[in-house]
């Protein structure tokens, strides 16, 4: 297909091509499954449901970046071709831009089935359905309740265990299949080895801040959240995109430079609108991470300053109460925690600023700026 | 590298070969580990020992089937000709032999996670190290003794989990980038696929089965048994050498027959073996399928049966002691279950003798005999 400067794609279509590559990659599967039975099929079709019920934020800045690419390629080529070698990558890049997605999920669920979370955006997640499910067929044929409780929840974070595993290896067949040129899918086999082994340490370093295992610094803090979200979220996409549309080494390095400084603010702003933001608004509990005691660069800053005998002993009480954590909020405020993240993030999108003002194409850099946009939006 | 019928080469060199191509996997992995700090390294050292401390069994029958079928073609041909575009495949077999063994790894690491096992063959496996390190570290930070336990617990089984994760991703790199043409590539990646799918299948239905959610049914475990281990250890190093050298569909399709087969028969002997055998010479616990309530087919048939109400009652009991257990041994003799499996055993190995008189050519049925010994060797 095509691609030309007037033929700027919608997100709307966007969304539309990744939800139909989804729903390919995913309903393939599906139906190749029933043949192991019910319960192999049901993981993916409860795997395809959450899917296909996201915002697909991953592959839009992905199919967004390689657009915006080919667009300044393009106009500097002549206009009588009818398409470039990279414009031709644009259905491979969708089929990439679908497999990051199956990537996210796959993190997700192993995520879950880590911190034993049983529901995400309010809703059961795979783990929390299978629960439900196989609950339901023991209640009705045992009659009695809860009796194998620990048995269902086994066979539930399994599934979880085992349907990660299926989007990690579905990840890697897309990527292994991209119809492209030996050397560049090399290059995209060699970013998908660097995304995981870097969002595992991420993962692996958070678990150990959780567990007590891995002292809660700062810099610890900060290592962590760019590894465990940022990496697979920004760098991931936009070193893709650049690779697919043929971009420069020093532009794939700017975009991933200002990705992961982007991510690392998004990841420090839930971080605030966790503990300080109106729930009305934001959709999240105002006190759950003090519950979990969850180690942040909130918390990390507070525990350097006067404040934190009186916020310690609050710190991780999963009883903790709405005044209680009222009490640690305005700690948290009073002794400069919430000033200090504040800061870093302003430090964060001076650093995304003048990444933006390097090898970055102009077309490209209001893809980026749109993205800095909804963090902004969320601020207010 | 040229391979003639005179150059057959040693199962030692054979071993040789193949842990020197999973220590550049695994060595690679481990240095680049580094980067991100002492916790994640060790989970690629752990591995790394584990892997290499193995027998290979897997990627031994990928490459004796390659080098068997490679001597058969050749045998056929123009001995002026040196080597084939067959054998010029061989480094790459090599390659996908040790992705096998990542594979199997990456299984028994879930697996493990799974079923709470700190244990493999008499020694730590990477979740038991793990807990042990972290124990000790916790214990001397912290002075006290089991006081986190169930942190450090969950900090060793995510461990388990991210490492099967990391290497299960490993694994779809080497069949990604295997040097192959295109289809030949395909052809592998499908076989990939098709052995993931039908490995989760067969460790759910096991979940299943110990859970309670799925009915524990003859059948049900057969198939069990076939998917869960018979298709990763037999089918798909037989299918990758068939394919990898070059061999008819109808050669392929014979080999997986008798290795699936050969594989169940191998898997209800272990059965017997854990139940029945003399764990000074099996080194098998004899009570541990009783006392976990594993739902094998030597159950399965004595459920059946008039002696079930009598075995019942000490099924599944943690605390089983050494004259009950004997006293459902007795049990599952007399009721018959013992010579049902038995039956079972010789139906496979028949049905697995009768494809070692059809396609199968001569150089490849003694390496599959070969492995029939070793059944036989077990149960003497």
Request: hydrophobic letters at 40%; glycine letters at 10%.
């Amino acid at each position: 297909m095509t691609i030309t400067s007037s033929t700027v794609r919608s997100r709307t279509d966007l969304c539309t091509a990744i939800e139909n590559e989804l729903g390919g990659l995913i309903g393939k599967r599906a139906s190749a499954a029933t043949v192991y039975g019910p319960d192999f099929a049901r993981l993916w079709e409860l795997a395809g449901q959450n899917v296909l019920g996201g915002k697909f934020v991953r592959p839009l800045l992905l199919m967004e970046t390689y657009d915006a690419l080919n667009q300044t390629q393009q106009s500097h080529q002549n206009h009588q071709e009818t398409g470039t070698a990279e414009s031709r990558h644009r259905e491979t890049a969708i089929s990439i831009a679908a497999a990051i997605e199956l990537l996210h999920y796959a993190f997700l669920l192993h995520d879950d089935v880590i911190d034993g979370d049983l529901v995400r955006r309010g809703h059961p997640n795979l783990i929390g359905s299978l629960l439900e499910e196989a609950g339901e067929t023991a209640r009705e044929t045992s009659g009695a309740d809860g009796t194998r409780a620990g048995s269902v929840l086994h066979w539930a974070q399994t599934g979880g265990i085992l349907m990660g595993d299926m989007l990690l290896a579905a990840t890697h067949q897309s990527f292994a299949r991209a119809d492209l040129p030996h050397e560049l899918r090399l290059r995209l086999l060699d970013l998908l080895e660097h995304t995981i082994n870097e969002t595992v340490a991420g993962e692996q370093l958070d678990v150990g801040l959780g567990d007590g295992v891995i002292a809660p610094d700062l810099q610890t803090i900060l290592v962590m959240c760019g590894y465990k979200t940022a990496t697979y979220t920004f760098e991931l996409p936009l070193r893709a995109a650049a690779a697919l549309a043929g971009a420069d080494f020093a532009v794939e390095n700017a975009l991933a430079t200002a990705g992961r400084h982007l991510g690392l603010a998004f990841q420090l702003q839930d971080d605030l609108l966790s503990t300080f933001g109106d729930p009305r608004r934001h959709g999240k509990d105002p006190f759950s991470d003090l519950r979990e005691g969850k180690e942040t660069a909130i918390i990390a800053h507070a525990r350097t300053t006067t404040a934190w005998p009186d916020i310690e002993p609050f710190f991780g009480r999963p009883e903790l109460s709405v005044g209680d954590g009222e009490h640690v909020r305005r700690h948290l405020t009073r002794c400069g925690a919430e000033a200090f993240v504040e800061g870093l993030i302003e430090e964060q999108m001076q650093a995304f600023n003048h990444q933006l003002t390097s090898t970055i194409p102009a077309s490209v850099r209001n893809v980026l700026l749109d993205l800095a946009v909804q963090l902004e939006g969320r601020q207010s």
